[in-house]
């Protein structure tokens, strides 16, 4: 879940390139930074403690650089300090490391016994130091990463730096992101498109186990034989404009207005009235959703609809569990795999599992060419563009738009109507977004405990919503059905305790609005979030949303969740970006 980037070139200073990408990668980590970079032929690291700023304020710009690294940390294996950040260096190599060596340990007991001494309690230097070990043997810097990738075991990505050969720039990766971005006189590596967008479009995917030797003029990728490769360059679709904050005091509140956009662009890729674009899915009779975090509550959300619509029984299951539970398959079965960077490592070890079993998969991903969807039988791709903040907005939007298409496809419905609808719901997202909430906001942002309630399919939206709360806020929230709190829950309501309780579903009302009184009259602090013009005593705020057909209405509901808990995290003063312990792409296990 760190973020990496490298630059090698003719053109430009690479401290400042790697800088930039580093600050573009920042919602990947934010524990520590730092930066390795060639000078007279000697390699100079810095590295700080804390966020890339802490890194920049030790660093001379006016030193001229044609190759560096960069690395921004979220701490897996020593905690968030100055030893255990990256880069680290042993005898002639260099490395930053996205990802987990799982046989770290032994590996660098091995290593001890050879005389090798440690600074850090990473596993990122112990894979330093077994590249050199390997070297001082074979003198082949090729050779030494080949060997190396077949003893590591776990994930991940490489930029190395050695010191015998410092007109190449060296990529080696498995399972954790790396792309390879191509230039002019010169070439970059990074974790994400973000860092070197300001730079180039054109890209190329290094697959598992594969090493690129980079130097400005050309890329050469080898496989596990050491055999040259070819490789297709593609090019992004977005801008460099997309990955920047436009004037919004944060990109969680960009991210949020740009969802009229992102849902009418995920629609038209794949509907305008027919289908289009679209697997076959129609020959399957069972379902398995597997995800994680809110990719995993919009496969609630998909889950609610394809049983109700499509009549297809649907298994929803976090990804970090299925792997290890007997699940029941037939030649019927699709599961779908849900990851916005299509890089989850639970979610892509999930993949591989069920493909060892000959089990069709479905990929729903927004990275075109990420492991995920390479692997997948099917692809629909989320068109979110970009997204910086940690906490996912517009990205959970466009996944829970594909399973209302994928539903509109498996009951066959593309009626007139629900396209008058689909074509009206942008507008609908710009009024809901333009709603001033800072008025139920400044009530609650002060409790330390709040509750959604909800039934059917508001509790799958609640879900979402409480997560969105709790993790850029740091208030302890809770989802539950709201028929579910009598048996419980309710012990812990007391006076001017904030409960938000949804309610789309007019069949629904009654036994909803019960419950919502049974919290009330125990001093509840009731946010009531409702398509029905019902009035009554039972709440202290009421949102009003647009009721749309039961397909699309999710879409339109979690948006006041959203930027509740945007408003609550800012007069809370958090870092709403980037929330502490927290970083983008899960890519570790």
Known sequence: ??????????????????????????????????????????????????????????????????????????????????????????????????????????????????????????????????????????????KTLNEVSKVFRGSYA???????DLDNLYALRKTSPLII??????????????????????YILLDDMEIAKINSDKVVVYNQNLEIVKKEILEFEGSFESSM???????????????????????????????????????????????????????????????????????????????????????????????????????????????????????IVNVVGSSIARESKYVIYTKAGCEIAVATTKAYLAQISVFALITMYLSNNKSKEILEEINNIPNLLEEIINIDYKNISSEIYQNQNIFFIGRGIDYSIC???????????????????????KHGTISLIE???????????????????????????????VIFITTSDIEGDFYDFKVNVPKVNELLQPIITIVPLQLIAYDVAKLNGCDIDKPRNLAKSVTVE
Request: net charge neutral.
């Open 1 to 142: 879940m760190c973020g990496i980037t490298g630059y090698i070139g003719k053109n430009k200073n690479a401290i400042n390139v790697v800088i930039n990408g580093l600050e573009s990668l920042e919602y990947r980590g934010y524990d520590s930074a730092g930066i390795a970079y060639v000078l007279n032929n000697k390699v100079n690291i810095i590295k700080e403690q804390g966020k890339i700023v802490n890194l920049k304020n030790k660093i001379d710009f006016n030193i001229q650089s044609n190759l560096a690294i960069g690395h921004t940390r979220w701490a897996t294996h020593g905690e968030p300090n100055q030893i255990n950040s990256h880069p680290h260096s042993q005898g002639k190599f260099t490395i930053v490391h996205n990802g987990i060596i799982e046989n770290y340990l032994e590996l660098k007991q091995e290593l001890i016994e050879n005389g090798y001494k440690f600074k850090s309690s990473t596993d990122t230097e112990v894979a330093c130091t077994y590249m050199d070990f390997i070297y001082s043997k074979n003198n082949n810097i090729l």
């Open 158 to 164: 490489f930029g190395i730096i050695c010191e015998d």
């Open 181 to 202: 971005a191509n230039g002019n006189n010169e070439n970059y590596i990074a974790s994400d498109v973000p860092a070197i967008l300001r730079y180039t479009n054109k």
């Open 245 to 363: 904050k436009c004037g919004y005091e944060h990109f969680m509140l960009k991210e949020i207005h740009e969802e009229p956009s992102v849902f009418k662009n995920t629609i038209n890729a794949y509907f305008d009235g027919d289908f289009k674009n679209i697997p076959d899915l129609t020959k399957y009779n069972n379902i398995h959703i597997v995800a994680c975090g809110s990719a995993y509550h919009a496969g609630l959300v998909g889950k609610y609809l394809i049983e109700k619509y499509a009549n297809i029984p649907v298994y929803v299951e976090v990804a970090s569990e299925y792997r290890y539970k007997h699940n029941f398959y037939d030649k019927d079965t699709l599961v779908i795999l849900v990851s916005q960077s299509g890089e989850t490592a639970d979610t892509l070890a999930s993949l591989r599992m069920v493909k060892e079993k000959n089990i069709d998969t479905l990929s």
């Open 463 to 485: 879900m979402e919503g409480s997560l969105k709360l709790k993790e850029i806020s740091y208030i302890n929230s809770v989802a539950y059905q709201a028929g579910e709190l």
């Open 495 to 525: 006076k001017n305790t904030p409960v938000v309780a949804l309610c789309t579903d007019d069949s629904l009302l009654e036994k909803t609005i019960s419950n919502i009184k049974e919290v009330k009259a125990r001093g509840a602090k």
